[in-house]
């Protein structure tokens, strides 16, 4: 019996779909539809080629022009540019730190570039606003996560506990809003302002990640700019070499 051409070519379609599958893992790598909503992305990738691993995202990496203009800040501005490059080279100090910590708690991996945008991974790092540590805590935030802030002991500089911290504080954060980019926000202004702006805006405290995006221009200056650069320094991390950063030690850990 002869096969038609055009079964032929759905039966070679089929088998090479199927191929194909094998060879794809799925990534939390997301992008915004024209309704700015994250869908899912599936890059092919040998499974035998780990080092495409380090890439992924556990953090929906939503395209949006804020975080474009961050991208091109770090790598076109030279004091910005020298800055980041510090930032990447002091995050192979704390890389093993947080990531056992974010594994153990099961949260985003990706959340260690919140401590990066907050320091700098600088432990001593002081704010104007009085916030420190690796993860800028103010003292009250501090002391409610069980840190001791008082005049001989200050615990925002432990790296090891203020990392315990703060992954507590992002942790009850995503409980009440639901999403890591509102988390994230909430971190940076405090949970009663992003609260309210969501529940004039949406209706709810609860929401999405593109939400953040929604209401992005009711929140302050530093704030709208926070996911965005976040997202775009890790980013920058991910794929040092194609931006032109040279991460020192990076060769070792793949």
Not at 80 to 103: G, N, P
Request: a neutral charge; hydrophobic letters at 40%; proline letters at 6%.
């Amino acid at each position: 019996m002869r096969i038609k051409p055009a079964l032929t070519r759905a039966i070679a379609a089929t088998a090479m779909a199927t191929v194909a599958a094998l060879y794809i893992i799925p990534r939390a790598d997301c992008v915004s539809n024209p309704i700015n909503t994250a869908v899912s992305r599936m890059v092919p990738v040998a499974v035998t080629d780990t080092s495409a691993i380090s890439d992924m995202w556990d953090l929906p990496n939503l395209d949006n022009p804020s975080v474009d203009s961050w991208v091109t800040r770090f790598t076109t501005s030279p004091t910005m540019r020298k800055t980041l490059a510090v930032w990447l080279d002091r995050k192979t100090t704390y890389d093993d730190m947080i990531s056992t910590k974010l594994a153990e708690r099961e949260m985003p991996q990706d959340l260690i570039y919140l401590a990066m945008i907050e320091s700098g991974f600088n432990p001593k790092a002081r704010s104007p606003a009085a916030a420190g540590g690796l993860w800028q805590f103010i003292s009250e935030t501090g002391r409610r996560y069980g840190l001791t802030v008082n005049r001989r002991v200050d615990e925002r500089n432990h790296p090891d506990k203020a990392t315990d911290a703060a992954l507590s504080y992002l942790s009850d954060l995503y409980d009440r809003f639901g999403s890591w980019y509102l988390a994230a926000a909430a971190y940076n202004t405090g949970e009663n302002r992003v609260g309210r702006i969501m529940r004039e805006t949406t209706g709810s405290e609860r929401g999405t990640d593109a939400d953040y995006y929604a209401i992005a221009k009711r929140l302050p200056a530093e704030t709208r700019d926070y996911v965005p650069k976040m997202i775009a320094a890790a980013r920058i991390a991910k794929e040092p070499d194609r931006y032109g950063f040279d991460v020192p030690g990076m060769e070792a850990t793949e």
